[in-house]
């Protein structure tokens, strides 16, 4: 892969590119055996015989180091299999979003729709190390579901970070 940094940049670059771009470069790349990339301070483009430009979204991302603690008190391990069909279940009423329960007994998955409709399941667990204090997260039911869907193994194990 060649890569061409425009010319009007100064120092280091910063910008996010959006998710639906990168799916179109991916598609782009895979076509190709060599492609071009140019960044400029506004937009990212790849291009061979075909031509792909995208704005950049303003930005940074956030420092891993900052958003994901260095240490994690306790861990659970779940059935990935299980989970990733409970999420799926799940989203069948809330498509764009679940909470995430976490106890020192169980995680429970839930979402709503805009028709206060409801669904939810719940995983018992044994969490290692510090005890888990009662706390809830949302997801996207997308990126969940990539993720669980990533990962081969058996079981996940979840790393709680808020613990009492």
Excluded: C
């Amino acid at each position: 892969m060649r890569i061409a940094v425009g010319t009007d940049t100064a120092g280091i670059l910063a910008g996010i590119v959006s998710n639906a771009s990168i799916a179109r470069i991916t598609e782009i790349a895979d076509r190709h055996t060599a492609v071009t990339i140019s960044l400029s301070a506004q937009r990212f483009m790849v291009e061979d015989d075909e031509q792909l430009l995208t704005k950049l979204i303003e930005g940074e991302f956030p420092d891993a180091d900052r958003v994901i603690p260095a240490t994690r008190p306790a861990t659970a391990g779940v059935d990935r299999a299980a989970l990733l069909a409970a999420v799926k279940r799940i989203a069948a009423i809330g498509p764009e979003g679940l909470l995430l329960e976490y106890t020192a007994e169980a995680i429970s998955l839930s979402a709503k729709n805009k028709d206060q409709e409801a669904a939810a399941e719940r995983f018992e667990w044994n969490a290692s190390g510090a005890k888990v204090k009662q706390f809830a997260q949302g997801f996207a039911v997308h990126y969940l579901t990539q993720a669980l869907e990533a990962f081969t193994g058996e079981r996940v194990n979840l790393h709680i970070g808020e613990t009492s």
